[in-house]
């Protein structure tokens, strides 16, 4: 034992591990619990935001150019399928301002200031992404000086993509709806099926394989079809009702023939997004 | 190692830092896809290079200790592993630097060692955590490997001109 405790070196290897784990168990435990992070940690995240968006300009100038190429090459066919679109659009349009505007009213009448449906946008830009992606991680440039809070929901394109879990002063991290971290908060969702009935799930991950996401704890007789929409049920969270999640692609039954597990196309690719939208629900709740 | 390059060395490699997390968000599509993931690791092919290619200065480890942190914070918000598997690098290559001439061959091959330790380290801290749900066959085939690739091939390229410039500062200092 005397020999053992007379190696230095030993020593301080395992007074190094031990303070190791526990410094990567208490900021677990903080990112995870707190709303923000240590007044220092915020100062260095976003010195290390503002220098790693002068950093990143110069590489997205040259990814979204490339991404134009791509987008001149795809225009006809493009073109093509939106002239089809674009007559339906404006019926659904017009449909959708009269839905409005009835809907105040009756808000109004009912003295209802702000329903689950309700929110703000925060626009931000994404200034960096987690290099060893294990957690899906990025970052944006908007912080709590703009509003962001944390958990709050983020969109980029046609649907949600992530939420926020991590608010500095000028700058915020956001995981992605496609997380495998199992301490995650899980999205709450709902399948709105062809005969307009509504099936509520979680988002419990993605599979990689299938490129979709996964959506359990269901628990219904009702038919769940591919092509089925998916959007944000409001339960939980601060995540408003009504944001566009996918399409369901497929559906996996247990041994009762109840679907157990329906998988998603995402709304958005999930590998190539630069501009987002912090949403704030109006109504806030546990 | 004068104060005016160690500075020098401390700017390039936090901007190498910066450069792995923008490179891996304009390049997503490309480096990070659901088939693979590619880690880019400048940061760490720096911290390699210059503690195998600059005299032994005990500054260097606790240079690696505070990109570790900065690293950790930025990064991931979890703190400990990049702050630990920084510094061991360093530490290792200055105990490996003693027995080995210096050559393009062997800074590219302790480059290849340290992405495999810091990577593999950082995906068991990870797994032990439940924060990434890649198993180990899939964490070898479709991160670890092309990480060791695309790294090890890009390493090769900047060996020259990292080299040249160490070598002007070592002579400044």
Known sequence: MRKFFANKKLIIVMIILIATLSTVALSFRVRENRSAPPLIQRVANDISNTAAAIVSAPMVAIHDGFNNVTDLVNTYNENQALKKDITQWQQTKATNSTLKQENSQLKKQLKLNATLSDYKQIPASVTSRQPADWENIFMINKGSLQGVKKNMPVVSGAGLIGRVIEVNNISSKVELISTANTNADRTAVEIVNKKDEHINGIVSGYDKTDEALTMTQINTKNAIEKGDTVITSGLGGLTPKGLYVGKVVSVKNDDYGRPATVYLKPATNLNDFSVVTVISRDVQGG | ?173
């Open chain 2, 1 to 173: 190692m004068d104060r005016r390059h160690f500075i020098d060395i401390s700017i390039v490699a936090f901007l190498g830092l910066l450069l792995d997390g923008a490179l891996s968000f304009a390049g997503q599509g490309i480096l990070i896809t659901p088939q693979w993931q590619v880690a880019p690791s400048f940061l760490l092919l720096w911290l390699t290079f210059v503690t195998y290619l600059m005299p032994s200065d005990g500054r260097l480890l606790w240079l690696a200790v505070g990109l570790g942190i900065v690293y950790d914070f930025y990064y991931s918000g979890i703190i400990g592993f990049y702050a630990i598997a920084f510094p061991a690098i360093v530490y290792g290559i200055q105990w490996a630097r003693e027995y080995l001439p210096i050559s393009g061959v062997y800074a590219v091959l302790l480059y290849f060692i340290s992405i495999v330790v810091v990577t593999s380290g950082v995906y068991f801290g990870h797994r032990f955590l439940g924060v990434g749900g890649e198993g180990f066959v899939g964490f070898v085939s479709q991160v670890l490997w092309p990480t060791i690739v695309v790294n090890v091939v890009v390493a090769g390229l900047l060996y020259v001109p990292c080299n040249r410039l160490l070598a002007r500062w070592r002579v400044e200092s």
